[in-house]
């Protein structure tokens, strides 16, 4: 295996790691609308930090979707709060990262994805989908 060659899983868990002690909606809204930098890298960290504030307020979804080109974040738990969403661009890479992790190459598909986070893991259901002018990802997590 090419330890220097690292994969987008590996890279989100890098990402969660890096971002774990920080205002996870701080940075959020600090990356409301950027397209500068490294679009790959700003994607994995819209898609971190967004884990990330789910699981600190302890919801049990997280939802990006995409109909036209109206862009929403939503976080279901006690109470449903919404994100500000990325730039479209990072939507499309953030959706394409997912598909790439857990192999999903039709229009849709479920499956679990284990993030290991410093002294613990998490086990996701992750399910994204494509229509005629919409697209969508769920991430559904555990009970903490």
């Not at 884990?51 to 307020?57: A, D, G, R």
């Not at 939503?74 to 709060?81: A, F, I, L």
């Amino acid at each position: 295996m090419d330890i220097s060659k690292r994969n987008y899983h590996l890279k989100l868990l890098e990402m969660c790691d890096c971002y774990l002690e920080t205002d996870f909606m701080k940075q959020i809204k600090g990356m409301s609308g950027m397209e500068s930098g490294d679009p790959e890298e700003n994607a994995i960290k819209y898609l971190a930090l967004a884990i990330m504030h789910t699981v600190s307020e302890k919801a049990k979804k997280l939802s990006l979707k995409r109909k036209g080109d109206k862009l929403t974040v939503k976080v279901k738990g006690e109470e449903e709060t919404t994100l500000p969403p990325p730039s479209l661009e990072q939507f499309n890479r953030i959706l394409a990262i997912m598909r790439a992790i857990l192999h999903i190459e039709e229009e849709s598909g479920k499956l679990p994805l284990a993030l290991g986070l410093r002294n613990g893991e998490l086990e996701l259901q992750v399910e994204v989908s494509r229509g005629e002018d919409k697209e969508t990802l769920k991430i559904k997590f555990p009970d903490l």
